[in-house]
């Protein structure tokens, strides 16, 4: 079996136990701190730490899984298998932290991503205001957000988009995508020139966008802290539409 570690990509004779009351050979894997590529077909397998180290590096130094993988490569300069359950880590990591972990039941839209936590919330971070003692003035529920987007991040069509699996569909910062879908066809269009020569966002929203299924990305922060709210993110078509 190949084992990906932080130390390099490694080849592992492993025996499952067979004993009766013995648990499946991928939730021994689980116990031993590996997470399999495939569930079904046991024949790599990625460590917690090697996970857990991709996640860092992607978030602090942007690394993509295939830069990723070369530097394990040459760490020891032997085959690399292209299945990295990495997108399924990071959502079992969501599914912990937001308390999913032992419970069958389903997270709601925008579960799986926290609000601010210097923002009042009632019943998060500040009692609801039908249970409060009359001290609290009504106005410090009140909420400032800011919308913003950015019109440089282009996502191209998928090459199979039959392949493509959405593991969090509306259940962390980004919107639910088959309401979204509707809302732009049901949406209008209404077509406005700038007078300002060079503004980029409307000036964009007329061009044509060729093969990109995004042009952007854009959504709502709270205006005092800049977190992000969740199930607001949005991909833009053209522009700021
Ligand atoms: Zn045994
Ligand atoms: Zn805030």
Redesign the pocket.
Known sequence: MTVVDESGVHSVMIRFCKCPNSRTPDKQLFELGMFPALFTRLKTVFTFPVLNSFLLDNLECGTSVMNYYSKLRRMTSSVFPHLVPDRQWRQLKFLKWNGFGHKSRQPNLGKLAL?????LQPSVNVPQPTECDGNHPDWIYA?SLVMDGNFKVEHLHPTHPEDEVWLTDGRCFMVTRQAYQSHLTNAKEVIQMSECNNHRAVNQANMSRHKLEATGIGGC???????FVPHSIVDFQKGER
């Open positions: 609000f601010c936590p210097a923002c909420r922060a709270c205006a005092r802290h800049g977190c």
